[in-house]
């Protein structure tokens, strides 16, 4: 059975906020930008869109800045874990889209809904990427270690600005996930093992740093709002503030004192799968759809009160449907990581 890894509730309540953060993003982008970018204006709706997205864009980073915060350490079984759940998740959105949306079940697309690596098929980019992460971190935490402080910062440093610069001039806003991962990573690593006074400074003030970028950016948004969605970079990845944005909200739940709290934890252990079930391709264009709904709603007050309303349920609903569904597939993970087969593949890759 695989090692389980103690959990810190303040980052585990960050977990919790984060996803929820990525999963009012998405939906915006595909809901609103994606179905006509042209109808963003000067409207209450729109300023509000633009806001919230300065928020939640920062979201997606943390998940990776997380994982350097507690140092991925591969294993076989660890990684078998993952790509199971990422399997049976994206085999069951298929099945789910046949049920309900009516679409012809196929050997073909079965296959295809199971290759959940390949972010073309499955629309879950983020899968990729973290798995491609999760097998190189052995070498780049033996890389980060042997660094010296001064060599670390300067690394740290050049690639974020790197990533920000290629994203700007190639005009697209995640030019390459993987190498992106290995910044965020970098960046956490250099934050938990820093003696920079200045790290210490910016972590008293983090707050006032994240609500600061949180106002540059809608600032930034709305005076370059019809190009939102085209030619902006503004609300991508890669872009240094929204990284910037990411250290000083993580840095804002690294300092709270929580005690352990099984409901947090409970509740965090699911959160992964609110992206898997509402990202992946099968199933977005539901709830893509009811977004897309309430965006249309004349009343801009009724359309901002139904929008928090559908996020916090929606979100709950999947947390809980994940607690049910791994009644099913956690035996059966434990199961083939107990085989006599993975174990000696395990002490072979150890």
Not at 176 to 196: C, E, M, P, Q, W
């Amino acid at each position: 059975m695989y090692k389980k890894i103690a959990r810190q509730s303040n980052i585990e309540l960050l977990r919790i906020v984060c996803m929820f953060l990525i999963f009012v993003n998405h939906m915006n982008g595909h809901g609103v930008m994606g179905d006509n970018v042209a109808s963003l204006d000067y409207s209450l709706k729109s300023i509000v869109f633009i806001i919230a997205t300065s928020v939640v864009v920062c979201a997606a980073p943390i998940f990776v800045i997380i994982s350097g915060y507690f140092g991925i350490k591969p294993t076989l079984m660890g990684g078998v874990k993952f790509s199971a759940i990422c399997l049976f998740y994206c085999v069951l959105c298929y099945l789910l889209s046949v049920i309900i949306g009516g679409e012809i079940l196929s050997l073909k697309d079965l296959i295809n809904s199971a290759i959940f690596i390949s972010a073309e098929r499955t629309g879950l980019w983020f899968l990729s990427a973290y798995l491609y992460l999760y097998c190189f971190s052995a070498v780049m935490n033996t890389w980060l270690k042997s660094r010296t402080q001064k060599q670390l910062t300067v690394f740290t440093i050049i690639m974020v600005l790197a990533i920000g610069i290629m994203s700007f001039l190639l005009r697209v806003e995640t030019f390459n996930t993987f190498i992106l991962f290995l910044a965020l990573y970098s960046v956490r690593y250099y934050l938990k093992h820093t003696v920079d006074k200045y790290i210490q400074k910016i972590k008293a003030y983090s707050l006032s740093l994240f609500v600061a970028t949180v106002l540059f950016l809608s600032v930034w948004g709305i005076l370059t709002i019809h190009q939102i969605g085209t030619e902006s970079t503004i609300f991508c990845y890669t872009n240094p503030f929204v990284i910037l944005q990411a250290v000083f909200l993580f840095l804002v739940f690294d300092k709270m004192k929580i005690k352990s709290c099984n409901m947090i934890n409970h509740i965090a252990a699911s959160s992964f799968m609110v992206y898997m079930m509402s990202e992946n391709i099968h199933t977005r264009k539901y709830f893509v759809s009811i977004v897309r709904s309430i965006f249309s709603i004349d009343s801009e007050y009724l359309t901002i009160v139904t929008y928090v309303v559908f996020f916090f349920v929606a979100y709950l609903a999947l947390t809980a449907i994940d607690k049910v569904l791994s009644k099913i597939y956690i035996p059966c993970i434990n199961w083939i990581n107990n085989t006599g087969m993975m174990k000696k593949l395990s002490i072979l890759f150890s």
